[in-house]
């Protein structure tokens, strides 16, 4: 069934890696699970392809609100779900296809009061939900040693101690509520950036971000909860935009399509389990030149995409993938 024309309307915010993705998993039908609808790009592009019906799922309410001048174009193809990807196989089983697109939306960035953004004056709060405990709660509540982890461990910030040791200092003076408050301290802290260098509040507010809604967790939790929801021959998609996030889904695909290995050469062999996926292209695909130019925010991106297999489904150790793990949190 066709949508009407307003569906088909350009998204205000361009989905990232969009062509390779529809590309990779051609041709698109049956019921596919939009883990991170945000905006609803891939949503839109999945439907346009051919899905018969998506599943779109987010945890920020602000995504549906958004959406309901297209959204009833599409009908009953179209199901809204609030919640989080790592649940997905509560939402739906025997799916045709996963996507997920991970990190922040643009839309949450460019809202001054989500405060997301270390660009623009706006309370510290960073809820992709709008629930639970806020970045503010945790930079002034937070030890220092466990803010010092967090920003080395989700932030890969070599200032770490020197940030979290200044954050402790002013706060016994007054909290830190708001975005500018904490990137003064941080600049404060740091060397001026050099020209093409990132701002220097970059890591820490990625950091920040990250803990506040446990991203790596419902990464971790999300590719299980995918594992159990595709059926055979089904595909799961992730656009990764970190070297964190793209190593936790290297090696969940490697070690879930047999291609773990034995770590020492001279030890017993052990049984393998038939693998749960089968992974085509092992190298990650990255935007061409067209999307460079056009959306300058896919230039860390990479998609990583699996097939599938009928074997049953099963379990897999957060520290293999490499998951940062932070004490106190």
């Known amino acids: 069934m066709a949508a009407a024309s307003s569906a088909t309307d350009p998204a205000p915010h361009v989905p990232v890696l969009l062509r390779p993705l529809l590309k990779a998993v051609a041709p698109v039908t049956g019921t596919w699970l939009d883990g991170t609808f945000g905006a609803g790009g891939y949503t839109k592009g999945l439907l346009e392809a051919g899905a018969e019906r998506v599943i779109a799922v987010d945890r920020d309410p602000l995504a549906f609100e958004m959406a309901a001048d297209w959204a009833e174009a599409y009908g009953e193809r179209l199901v809204m779900q609030r919640g989080n990807f790592a649940q997905m196989d509560d939402y739906a089983r025997d799916l045709e296809g996963v996507v997920l697109d991970l990190g922040v939306s643009s839309m949450q960035l460019d809202q001054a009061e989500r405060g997301f953004s270390f660009m623009k004056e706006g309370p510290l709060d960073m809820r992709m939900s709008q629930e639970g405990p806020s970045a503010?709660?945790?930079?002034?509540?937070?030890?220092?040693?466990?803010?010092?982890?967090?920003?080395?461990?989700?932030?890969?910030?070599?200032?770490?101690?020197?940030?979290?040791?200044a954050i402790v200092r002013a706060r016994e003076t007054a909290p830190i509520t708001t975005t500018l408050e904490l990137v003064r301290?941080?600049?404060?802290?740091?060397p001026r950036p050099k020209p093409g260098q990132s701002h220097p509040a970059t890591r820490s507010f990625q950091a920040l971000r990250i803990a506040v809604n446990d991203e790596y967790g419902s990464l971790f939790e999300g590719l299980m909860a995918a594992e159990r929801a595709l059926k055979p021959g089904g595909q799961l998609a992730v656009v990764t935009f970190h070297s964190v996030e793209d190593r936790m889904v290297k090696r969940f695909l490697t070690a879930r399509s047999g291609g773990g290995g034995n770590a020492n050469r001279f030890a017993p062999q052990v049984a393998r389990e038939e693998p749960q996926f089968r992974v085509e292209k092992k190298k990650a695909i990255g935007p061409d030149a067209q999307e460079l130019e056009e959306n300058p925010r896919s230039r860390s991106a990479k998609l990583?995409?699996?097939?599938?297999?009928e074997a049953p489904s099963g379990a897999v150790d957060a520290k293999a993938l490499g998951m940062p793990q932070v004490k106190g949190l």
């Open 185 to 190: 301290l941080i600049e404060a802290n740091l």
């Open 136 to 165: 503010a709660d945790l930079v002034n509540g937070a030890e220092e040693a466990t803010l010092a982890n967090i920003l080395f461990q989700y932030g890969e910030e070599r200032a770490s101690r020197r940030i979290a040791r």
């Open 304 to 309: 990583r995409v699996a097939i599938r297999t």
